[in-house]
């Protein structure tokens, strides 16, 4: 339950005037996106999956014109990082960054897909990295936080 009152915290953060000061080439990061992934480090599947489709249509309900990109790339990034967690040791930092990075280049990617299916544009940017980049600093900045309150 704390997580999902943390999300809703988060969304607000995320999505308030504030954080717009914060923004690296109009980019602000997904505070969601590493949360996300997080739980479903810590948690079933089936828990991940009710977590992500909470998180996504939370997202999207924000979003001034309805669309489902945000379900759909939470419950992509939870197959996704459910699927390496059982596969690899995530207990190295290194390990997690790189997981971290590449989910967050699959999110960029899906919704890129997705929005050319709904308008038939085709964009990406080298900005998109400034995305990758904040969402990557969050979590190395979560898990020194986390390393700090284990000792």
């Known amino acids: 339950m704390k997580f999902y009152l943390l999300a809703l915290l988060l969304l607000i953060l995320q999505s308030s005037v504030i954080m717009k000061n914060f923004s690296v080439m109009n980019f602000t990061p997904d505070f969601l996106v590493i949360l996300t992934i997080l739980y479903t480090l810590n948690h079933s599947l089936k828990d991940s999956v009710k977590f992500s489709l909470f998180v996504g249509i939370l997202q999207d309900l924000l979003n001034p014109v309805f669309t489902v990109f945000n379900i759909v790339s939470k419950f992509v990034?939870?197959?996704?990082?459910?699927?390496?967690?059982k596969r690899f040791f995530l207990g190295?930092?290194?390990i997690r960054s790189v997981l971290i990075i590449t989910l967050s280049l699959m999110d960029i990617g899906i919704k890129i897909f997705l929005t050319y299916l709904k308008t038939g544009i085709f964009?990406?940017?080298f900005?998109?990295?400034s995305y990758v980049f904040l969402n990557f600093l969050i979590f190395y900045i979560v898990q020194i936080v986390n390393e700090n309150k284990q000792i």
Do not use: G, N, P
């Open 92 to 94: 190295d930092i290194f």
């Open 77 to 85: 990034l939870t197959i996704a990082t459910f699927t390496v967690k």
């Open 123 to 125: 964009y990406v940017s």
């Open 127 to 129: 900005t998109f990295l």
